[in-house]
Protein backbone atom coordinates (compact mmCIF):
# COMPACT_ATOMS: atom_id res chain seq x y z
CA UNK A 1 0.00 0.00 0.00
CA UNK A 2 2.52 2.50 1.05
CA UNK A 3 4.50 1.48 -2.19
CA UNK A 4 1.52 2.50 -4.33
CA UNK A 5 0.94 5.53 -2.52
CA UNK A 6 4.86 6.45 -3.52
CA UNK A 7 4.06 5.26 -7.09
CA UNK A 8 0.59 7.46 -7.26
CA UNK A 9 3.02 10.58 -5.90
CA UNK A 10 5.49 10.06 -8.74
CA UNK A 11 2.89 10.15 -11.34
CA UNK A 12 1.41 13.24 -9.86
CA UNK A 13 4.87 14.98 -9.73
CA UNK A 14 5.58 13.82 -13.13
CA UNK A 15 2.36 15.30 -14.51
CA UNK A 16 3.17 18.75 -12.94
CA UNK A 17 6.49 19.17 -14.34
CA UNK A 18 5.05 17.73 -17.48
CA UNK A 19 2.05 20.51 -17.59
CA UNK A 20 5.03 22.66 -16.55
CA UNK A 21 7.65 22.49 -19.36
CA UNK A 22 4.64 22.60 -21.58
CA UNK A 23 3.85 26.20 -20.21
CA UNK A 24 7.42 27.28 -20.77
CA UNK A 25 7.47 25.83 -24.08
CA UNK A 26 4.39 26.98 -25.57
CA UNK A 27 3.38 30.46 -23.90
CA UNK A 28 6.04 32.15 -25.24
CA UNK A 29 5.09 31.46 -28.61
CA UNK A 30 1.81 33.32 -28.28
CA UNK A 31 3.10 36.90 -29.42
CA UNK A 32 1.69 39.32 -27.15
CA UNK A 33 2.50 42.16 -29.67
CA UNK A 34 -1.06 40.78 -31.62
CA UNK A 35 -3.40 41.49 -28.54
CA UNK A 36 -4.99 44.98 -29.57
CA UNK A 37 -4.80 47.58 -27.01
CA UNK A 38 -8.19 49.88 -25.62
CA UNK A 39 -9.07 52.43 -24.67
CA UNK A 40 -8.36 51.32 -21.01
CA UNK A 41 -4.41 50.24 -21.90
CA UNK A 42 -3.98 53.22 -23.50
CA UNK A 43 -5.50 55.36 -20.98
CA UNK A 44 -3.38 53.85 -18.34
CA UNK A 45 0.14 53.57 -20.22
CA UNK A 46 -0.50 57.40 -21.57
CA UNK A 47 -0.86 58.85 -17.60
CA UNK A 48 1.61 56.55 -16.47
CA UNK A 49 4.43 56.99 -18.18
CA UNK A 50 7.44 55.12 -19.39
CA UNK A 51 7.51 53.29 -15.75
CA UNK A 52 6.41 53.51 -12.07
CA UNK A 53 9.25 52.64 -10.08
CA UNK A 54 12.82 52.76 -9.30
CA UNK A 55 14.35 53.89 -12.99
CA UNK A 56 17.05 56.11 -13.52
CA UNK A 57 14.33 58.65 -14.16
CA UNK A 58 13.02 58.86 -10.52
CA UNK A 59 15.83 57.00 -8.83
CA UNK A 60 14.02 58.16 -5.26
CA UNK A 61 10.57 56.76 -6.60
CA UNK A 62 8.74 59.88 -6.00
CA UNK A 63 6.90 60.25 -8.92
CA UNK A 64 9.24 62.67 -10.89
CA UNK A 65 9.49 62.63 -14.60
CA UNK A 66 5.23 61.81 -14.91
CA UNK A 67 3.11 63.13 -17.50
CA UNK A 68 -0.02 65.00 -16.82
CA UNK A 69 -3.37 63.83 -17.09
CA UNK A 70 -5.59 67.09 -18.03
CA UNK A 71 -9.21 67.52 -19.16
CA UNK A 72 -9.72 70.08 -22.17
CA UNK A 73 -12.88 71.88 -22.41
CA UNK A 74 -11.29 74.71 -24.56
CA UNK A 75 -8.55 73.86 -27.57
CA UNK A 76 -5.01 74.85 -26.58
CA UNK A 77 -4.44 76.21 -30.28
CA UNK A 78 -7.57 77.69 -31.20
CA UNK A 79 -10.07 78.19 -28.10
CA UNK A 80 -12.48 76.61 -29.44
CA UNK A 81 -14.89 74.68 -27.28
CA UNK A 82 -14.64 71.17 -26.91
CA UNK A 83 -17.56 69.34 -26.19
CA UNK A 84 -17.59 66.94 -24.35
CA UNK A 85 -14.12 67.43 -22.83
CA UNK A 86 -11.56 64.99 -23.30
CA UNK A 87 -8.62 64.04 -21.90
CA UNK A 88 -4.90 64.64 -22.89
CA UNK A 89 -1.73 63.37 -21.44
CA UNK A 90 1.19 66.49 -21.18
CA UNK A 91 4.76 65.50 -21.56
CA UNK A 92 7.13 68.25 -20.71
CA UNK A 93 9.93 68.32 -22.51
CA UNK A 94 12.38 65.70 -21.24
CA UNK A 95 9.63 63.40 -19.78
CA UNK A 96 10.35 59.79 -21.24
CA UNK A 97 7.20 58.82 -23.32
CA UNK A 98 5.11 55.83 -22.48
CA UNK A 99 5.89 51.90 -24.21
CA UNK A 100 3.09 52.98 -26.40
CA UNK A 101 5.26 55.43 -28.25
CA UNK A 102 8.32 53.95 -28.07
CA UNK A 103 7.61 50.68 -28.79
CA UNK A 104 4.16 50.92 -31.12
CA UNK A 105 4.55 47.19 -31.98
CA UNK A 106 3.17 46.41 -28.14
CA UNK A 107 -0.50 48.52 -29.34
CA UNK A 108 -1.19 45.60 -31.68
CA UNK A 109 -1.62 45.29 -35.47
CA UNK A 110 -4.80 47.37 -35.89
CA UNK A 111 -4.05 49.86 -33.83
CA UNK A 112 -0.52 50.15 -33.90
CA UNK A 113 -1.39 50.95 -37.66
CA UNK A 114 -3.83 53.64 -36.91
CA UNK A 115 -1.29 55.60 -34.02
CA UNK A 116 1.37 55.92 -36.51
CA UNK A 117 -0.68 56.43 -39.69
CA UNK A 118 -3.12 58.94 -38.12
CA UNK A 119 -2.07 59.26 -35.21
CA UNK A 120 1.52 60.62 -36.10
CA UNK A 121 2.98 58.93 -32.82
CA UNK A 122 6.08 58.27 -34.45
CA UNK A 123 6.90 61.96 -35.05
CA UNK A 124 6.50 62.75 -30.84
CA UNK A 125 10.26 63.99 -29.91
CA UNK A 126 11.12 63.76 -26.24
CA UNK A 127 13.38 67.04 -26.73
CA UNK A 128 10.23 69.40 -27.36
CA UNK A 129 7.61 67.26 -25.18
CA UNK A 130 4.22 66.22 -26.63
CA UNK A 131 0.79 66.33 -26.00
CA UNK A 132 -1.22 62.78 -26.44
CA UNK A 133 -4.68 62.06 -26.66
CA UNK A 134 -7.08 59.19 -27.53
CA UNK A 135 -9.54 59.14 -30.11
CA UNK A 136 -11.32 56.58 -32.15
CA UNK A 137 -11.76 55.32 -35.70
CA UNK A 138 -13.66 52.89 -37.63
CA UNK A 139 -11.81 49.63 -39.34
CA UNK A 140 -14.19 47.22 -41.35
CA UNK A 141 -17.07 48.01 -39.02
CA UNK A 142 -15.37 47.98 -35.68
CA UNK A 143 -14.51 51.08 -33.56
CA UNK A 144 -10.59 50.89 -32.22
CA UNK A 145 -8.89 53.25 -30.03
CA UNK A 146 -5.77 54.90 -30.63
CA UNK A 147 -3.06 57.32 -29.88
CA UNK A 148 -2.91 60.37 -31.72
CA UNK A 149 0.12 62.73 -31.43
CA UNK A 150 -1.66 66.30 -31.11
CA UNK A 151 1.43 68.52 -30.98
CA UNK A 152 1.96 66.99 -34.50
CA UNK A 153 -2.01 66.90 -35.21
CA UNK A 154 -3.35 69.36 -34.06
CA UNK A 155 -0.53 72.06 -33.07
CA UNK A 156 -0.72 71.63 -29.53
CA UNK A 157 2.31 72.44 -26.91
CA UNK A 158 2.47 70.93 -23.33
CA UNK A 159 2.56 74.33 -22.04
CA UNK A 160 -0.32 75.68 -23.98
CA UNK A 161 -2.33 72.57 -22.78
CA UNK A 162 -1.35 72.78 -19.40
CA UNK A 163 -2.42 76.63 -19.18
CA UNK A 164 -5.52 75.80 -20.98
CA UNK A 165 -6.54 73.16 -18.33
CA UNK A 166 -5.18 75.06 -15.23
CA UNK A 167 -4.71 72.97 -12.21
CA UNK A 168 -8.42 72.81 -11.27
CA UNK A 169 -8.22 70.03 -14.44
CA UNK A 170 -5.05 68.93 -14.07
CA UNK A 171 -4.39 65.39 -12.39
CA UNK A 172 -1.30 64.09 -11.97
CA UNK A 173 -1.95 60.27 -12.21
CA UNK A 174 1.45 58.97 -12.65
CA UNK A 175 2.79 60.35 -9.57
CA UNK A 176 -0.49 58.77 -8.21
CA UNK A 177 0.52 55.50 -8.87
CA UNK A 178 3.70 55.81 -7.82
CA UNK A 179 2.33 56.59 -3.88
CA UNK A 180 0.24 53.51 -4.15
CA UNK A 181 3.14 51.48 -4.92
CA UNK A 182 5.50 52.90 -2.30
CA UNK A 183 2.69 52.82 0.30
CA UNK A 184 2.48 48.89 -0.32
CA UNK A 185 -1.84 49.20 -1.39
CA UNK A 186 -1.30 46.31 -3.81
CA UNK A 187 -0.36 44.01 -0.33
CA UNK A 188 -4.27 44.52 0.71
CA UNK A 189 -5.95 45.98 -2.59
CA UNK A 190 -6.53 43.88 -5.87
CA UNK A 191 -6.75 45.38 -9.06
CA UNK A 192 -7.95 42.19 -10.62
CA UNK A 193 -11.31 41.65 -9.95
CA UNK A 194 -11.63 37.41 -10.49
CA UNK A 195 -14.50 36.24 -13.17
CA UNK A 196 -16.87 34.81 -10.16
CA UNK A 197 -19.48 36.37 -7.94
CA UNK A 198 -16.77 39.78 -8.27
CA UNK A 199 -18.33 41.11 -11.58
CA UNK A 200 -21.52 41.97 -9.08
CA UNK A 201 -19.99 43.69 -6.71
CA UNK A 202 -16.51 45.42 -7.57
CA UNK A 203 -17.62 44.98 -11.27
CA UNK A 204 -16.11 42.80 -14.37
CA UNK A 205 -12.89 41.83 -14.91
CA UNK A 206 -9.86 43.48 -17.26
CA UNK A 207 -9.82 42.55 -20.81
CA UNK A 208 -5.77 41.41 -22.05
CA UNK A 209 -5.44 44.55 -24.44
CA UNK A 210 -6.41 46.79 -21.12
CA UNK A 211 -2.20 45.92 -19.98
CA UNK A 212 -0.67 47.16 -23.13
CA UNK A 213 2.34 49.42 -21.78
CA UNK A 214 1.68 49.16 -18.11
CA UNK A 215 4.25 48.63 -15.80
CA UNK A 216 3.60 47.74 -13.52
CA UNK A 217 -0.06 46.48 -14.00
CA UNK A 218 0.24 46.33 -9.76
CA UNK A 219 -2.72 43.66 -9.71
CA UNK A 220 -2.00 42.54 -5.91
CA UNK A 221 -1.79 38.97 -4.75
CA UNK A 222 -3.93 39.09 -1.36
CA UNK A 223 -6.99 40.61 -0.58
CA UNK A 224 -7.64 41.97 2.76
CA UNK A 225 -9.43 44.85 1.18
CA UNK A 226 -12.18 45.51 -1.42
CA UNK A 227 -11.37 45.53 -5.26
CA UNK A 228 -11.11 48.52 -6.17
CA UNK A 229 -9.85 48.55 -9.46
CA UNK A 230 -13.42 50.20 -10.66
CA UNK A 231 -13.61 51.96 -6.88
CA UNK A 232 -14.52 55.43 -8.61
CA UNK A 233 -17.39 53.78 -10.58
CA UNK A 234 -18.61 52.97 -6.70
CA UNK A 235 -17.61 56.47 -5.05
CA UNK A 236 -15.87 59.54 -6.92
CA UNK A 237 -16.57 62.19 -4.37
CA UNK A 238 -13.44 63.68 -3.36
CA UNK A 239 -14.17 64.84 -0.08
CA UNK A 240 -15.07 60.78 1.10
CA UNK A 241 -11.75 59.65 0.12
CA UNK A 242 -9.91 62.38 1.73
CA UNK A 243 -11.26 61.60 5.03
CA UNK A 244 -10.90 57.84 3.82
CA UNK A 245 -7.28 58.36 3.58
CA UNK A 246 -6.84 60.92 6.65
CA UNK A 247 -8.37 58.27 8.85
CA UNK A 248 -10.10 55.42 7.81
CA UNK A 249 -12.40 55.15 11.09
CA UNK A 250 -13.98 58.61 9.85
CA UNK A 251 -16.16 56.38 7.23
CA UNK A 252 -15.63 53.23 8.56
CA UNK A 253 -15.61 52.73 12.12
CA UNK A 254 -13.85 48.50 11.87
CA UNK A 255 -11.79 49.20 9.21
CA UNK A 256 -7.97 47.74 9.83
CA UNK A 257 -6.56 50.02 7.31
CA UNK A 258 -3.40 52.69 8.49
CA UNK A 259 -3.94 56.11 8.84
CA UNK A 260 -2.13 57.97 5.86
CA UNK A 261 -2.30 61.47 6.83
CA UNK A 262 1.34 61.87 6.64
CA UNK A 263 0.75 62.05 2.68
CA UNK A 264 -0.73 65.68 3.51
CA UNK A 265 2.84 67.12 3.97
CA UNK A 266 3.38 69.68 6.49
CA UNK A 267 1.11 72.63 5.78
CA UNK A 268 -2.16 73.07 4.20
CA UNK A 269 -3.98 74.34 1.17
CA UNK A 270 -3.50 77.96 2.66
CA UNK A 271 0.27 77.11 4.41
CA UNK A 272 -0.45 77.11 7.53
CA UNK A 273 1.12 73.91 9.76
CA UNK A 274 -1.16 71.03 10.07
CA UNK A 275 -0.99 70.10 14.37
CA UNK A 276 -1.44 66.09 13.30
CA UNK A 277 -1.31 65.59 17.26
CA UNK A 278 -4.49 68.09 17.85
CA UNK A 279 -6.06 66.73 15.47
CA UNK A 280 -5.83 63.21 16.83
CA UNK A 281 -6.66 64.04 20.32
CA UNK A 282 -9.83 65.78 19.96
CA UNK A 283 -10.86 62.63 17.25
CA UNK A 284 -10.07 59.97 20.35
CA UNK A 285 -12.48 62.54 22.32
CA UNK A 286 -15.13 62.12 19.19
CA UNK A 287 -14.53 58.84 19.14
CA UNK A 288 -15.45 58.43 23.02
CA UNK A 289 -18.77 60.63 23.21
CA UNK A 290 -16.95 63.76 24.37
CA UNK A 291 -17.70 65.60 21.16
CA UNK A 292 -20.33 65.54 18.93
CA UNK A 293 -18.38 65.53 15.79
CA UNK A 294 -14.77 64.39 14.45
CA UNK A 295 -12.15 67.35 13.54
CA UNK A 296 -12.89 68.78 9.81
CA UNK A 297 -9.89 67.16 7.72
CA UNK A 298 -6.96 69.63 6.42
CA UNK A 299 -7.43 70.65 2.72
CA UNK A 300 -4.16 68.88 1.22
CA UNK A 301 -2.16 71.81 -0.54
CA UNK A 302 -1.47 71.71 -4.43
CA UNK A 303 1.50 69.70 -4.59
CA UNK A 304 1.15 66.82 -2.23
CA UNK A 305 1.48 62.81 -2.39
CA UNK A 306 -2.19 62.49 -1.39
CA UNK A 307 -3.21 64.95 -4.31
CA UNK A 308 -1.75 62.75 -6.56
CA UNK A 309 -3.13 59.50 -5.00
CA UNK A 310 -6.51 60.83 -4.90
CA UNK A 311 -6.29 61.82 -8.57
CA UNK A 312 -4.68 58.36 -9.71
CA UNK A 313 -7.88 56.82 -7.88
CA UNK A 314 -10.51 58.93 -9.36
CA UNK A 315 -9.26 59.51 -13.27
CA UNK A 316 -7.74 55.82 -13.41
CA UNK A 317 -9.68 53.41 -11.16
CA UNK A 318 -13.26 53.70 -13.32
Known sequence: MAFRQYKLGTVGVGLMLGLSMTITLMLPSFDFRSAE????????????????GFSYEDPLVRGANKPITVILKEDPKTGATIDPPIRAYVYKPGTP?????NHPDNLGPTVKSLGVERGKIDQAAKASGAVFTIEYADVNGQEWAYPVNATAVKGWSPDAALATAGDQNSRYVG??????????????????????QDWQVFGAPPYLGD??????????????APDILHVASRNSSREWMMMHFFNPRLVQPNSIMPRFDYLWGRVDVDGNKI????????????????????????????????????????????
Open 97 to 101: FASPI
Open 211 to 224: FNGEMPTAFGSDRK
Open 37 to 52: STWVGLDKALSNGRLI
Open 175 to 196: RGKTVYITEGCWWCHTLLPEQT
Open 275 to 318: DFKKWRAEYDEYRRGLRSHPPEVPEYARDTEIRALIDWVLTSLK
